[in-house]
């Protein structure tokens, strides 16, 4: 079924973003907070509407309007 393949590379996907996320943590030796709640994110089943750290707008923020001063 098609949408049973979507799920599937959908999973893929999200697994790759994933390591993705955890490859540029240690290539910029960053070990944030908020770069850990990312992997523990992208590693569950789970989905938060609120997830990112930014708001939401219906546009969207352009990256010099984002605060990542938060990271602990």
Do not use: C
Not at 18 to 42: P, Q, S, T, W
């Amino acid at each position: 079924m098609m949408a049973d393949r979507t799920v599937a590379e959908l999973k893929q996907k999200i697994a790759q973003a994933r390591e993705v996320i955890a490859h540029l943590m240690d290539k910029a030796a960053f070990n944030g907070a908020e770069a850990h709640r990312a992997l523990e994110y992208f590693g569950s089943d789970t989905f938060d509407r609120d997830f990112l750290p930014w708001p939401h707008t219906e546009e969207g923020l352009r990256p010099e309007e984002l605060n990542a001063a938060n990271d602990d």
